[in-house]
């Protein structure tokens, strides 16, 4: 089990992401969630994330996955992530300050563009999946190239 999750939020063709002010990964675009806690599920973490860094309350996921990698060591490491749909008419004022950076909406196409060096690494690689094909996903990387099994 990994300690902790990311989740995309996905209004229309946007999904809401964090700026972050904190490490790791200070000063990029990413998803919002942290940590799981004792005696807690990936997605009972992932839902609480959500609404304790937004104020959003989701429900189901769209798709989710897990992302894996081996660190420096040999060692495998990972995080949970989750894509959420929410309604198209919540009004969600942005950008937003919060404790953990500034929350926006973002485009997808922006999001998955590959000149953009703005969002987190990986990002890109596995979010047009979790956008395109519901269910559960695995991706694996090692010297941070994804591993096509």
Not at 10 to 24: D, G, Q, V
Request: glycine share 8%; charged share 30%.
């Amino acid at each position: 089990m990994f300690k902790y999750t990311v989740c995309f939020i996905k209004r229309k063709n946007r999904i809401l992401m964090l700026n972050r002010e904190k490490a790791p990964i200070m000063g990029v675009w990413n998803g919002v969630g942290g940590k799981v806690e004792k005696d807690e599920s990936p997605e009972e973490g992932a839902l609480r994330e959500v609404f304790e860094e937004t104020g959003i309350r989701v429900e189901t996921y769209f798709s989710k996955g897990t992302v894996r990698w081996e660190n420096n060591n040999g060692e495998q490491d990972g995080i949970y992530v989750y894509l959420f749909e929410i309604d198209e008419d919540l009004t969600y004022e942005i950008p937003l300050k919060t404790r953990e950076g500034i929350l926006d909406w973002k485009s997808i196409d922006w999001i998955l563009n590959p000149q953009n060096l703005g969002i987190a690494e990986m990002v890109a690689q596995y979010l047009p999946v979790l956008l395109s094909e519901k269910g559960s996903h695995l991706f694996t990387y090692k010297d941070g190239q994804p591993i096509i099994s």
